[in-house]
């Protein structure tokens, strides 16, 4: 099996013993994301779900673009919410990275607690390009 981290300063760095994505064999899994600006390490958002969910979706296009794909490539994603209520405004965000004839599989469930108690955290997995 080949294995290649994945790491850019497009993204916030890694706050524990995992990799902001590993490509394995074709494929690239990206760790979970939550709407941590990178250059400052601070949430961005506040309360608002909308806001969280943009600069989630940043950091995973940062990741991606380091390893040479795009939303295009993506083919699963899991989203975690503090809470569901938080749907449909996440959701419109997340829309506008996937149209829905190309969308990928998904799964959002809401948790009980996330991260730094932020909103969201959204996690996938791509095919690699080539």
């Known amino acids: 099996m080949t294995k290649k981290v994945i790491r850019t300063d497009n993204a916030p760095a890694p706050v524990g013993p995992y990799n ?3 490509a394995a064999n074709g494929f690239l899994f990206v760790a979970g994301q939550i709407p ?3 250059a400052t ?3 961005v958002g506040g309360d608002d779900i909308a806001l969280q969910t943009e600069r989630v979706m940043a950091n995973l296009q940062g990741i991606l673009e380091a390893a040479g794909a795009g939303w295009e490539n993506v083919v699963k ?3 975690f919410l503090s809470d569901l209520q938080n749907f449909t405004a996440m959701n419109a965000v997340y829309a506008r ?3 829905s004839e190309t969308a990928p599989a998904r799964a959002c469930v809401e948790v009980s607690r996330l991260p730094k108690d932020v909103l969201v955290e ?4 791509a095919v690699l390009p080539g």
């Open 36 to 38: 941590l600006d990178p």
């Open 20 to 22: 902001q994505a590993i």
């Open 97 to 99: 990275y996937f149209p």
């Open 122 to 125: 959204i996690e996938c997995i």
């Open 41 to 43: 390490g601070e949430i």
């Open 77 to 79: 994603t899991s989203v």
